[in-house]
């Protein structure tokens, strides 16, 4: 962006600095350029408390580079007073912004930052969720209870001790099959079936349904430790998603350039009748005129696009 352009070629932080220009210095924290970003957070931490409140304010913009600058710069400054407004900042749309105000939740050593961490173990990404572990245990937390270890131990991805807590770990896996992650989902579908709790049954049954193979097939043998009977599991199988060439579209492409449906049905020799249609049809324009080579090409081509709707209508569906 030229406002990007113009930051990285205008703007002296320094001497932003010398004048505790704090406006100035807020808007610089909108560059993408992270050097740039990086000294502007540098300076509004060293000016302090007096940075805090336009500091908070700035957390209300649309810019998302202007509030991950605003949270990094809070967390150098360590006021205690921002806790709230960074607790607000876990609920952003914006991962890396929810992420962000994790660690900088870590710094403020307060203990009213521990709420809004505990709801972050719970977050549905995964950078959110270690953040938030990473600053409960900086600020001395210890879970309560299995439970609260469960959700430690999820956010960490620390499987090997998610198997010691046995059923408690259920809550957090409800979490984690759910992630974007296809490896997170693995590890997890791992687990459960290590931990063998029949109550993870409803859960992998519907993992059976996962666009992801692999995590489908996890799902499967997992589903056999926690004694789900294998009459359900196809019955779960036939949630996953399905792929299936539209005849209608095999029809359509026939129709208009012969050969072409079929190419799009995976048919090889869809090319070879593409290129025999263009040779008969330059051949039919020379020798009969071109409203004549219309007239008879008229009757093959939808007899193509039929045979192509009717392939595609009875191809078996094929699981994504």
Known sequence: ML?????????DVGALMQKRDISGLI???NSRDPGIQSAAVHALGDIGAEAVGPLVSALKKK??????????ALARIKDTGAVSALADMMRDPVSEVRWQAAIALGEMGSRNAVAPLLSG????????RYGSALSLWKNGYQPADEQGWAWYYAAMQDW?????????????FLNLVRDTDRDVRIHAVRVLGDIGDKGAGPSLIRLL?????????????ASQKCDVPPMFLPRG?????????????????????????????GKWWGIMIFQIDITVTVWLFKAEGESNTYILLFPLYLLLAVHA???????????A
């Open 209 to 221: 349904g996962d666009p992801d193979r692999q995590v489908r097939w996890e799902a499967a043998l």
């Open 160 to 172: 090997e001790r998610l198997c010691t807590v046995k059923s408690s770990a259920l809550a957090p």
């Open 121 to 128: 173990l719970e977050d549905r990404d995964k950078y959110v």
């Open 27 to 29: 808007r610089v924290l």
């Open 237 to 265: 199988l036939c949630q996953r998603p399905r792929i299936q060439k539209n005849p209608l579209v095999a029809g359509f492409l026939n129709f208009m350039l012969p050969g072409l449906g079929y190419g799009y049905l």
């Open 309 to 319: 709707w009717y392939l595609a209508k009875n191809m078996p569906e094929e699981p």
């Open 63 to 72: 810019n998302r580079y202007l509030r991950l600058g605003a949270i990094g």
């Open 3 to 11: 406002s990007d352009l113009f930051l990285q070629k205008k703007t």
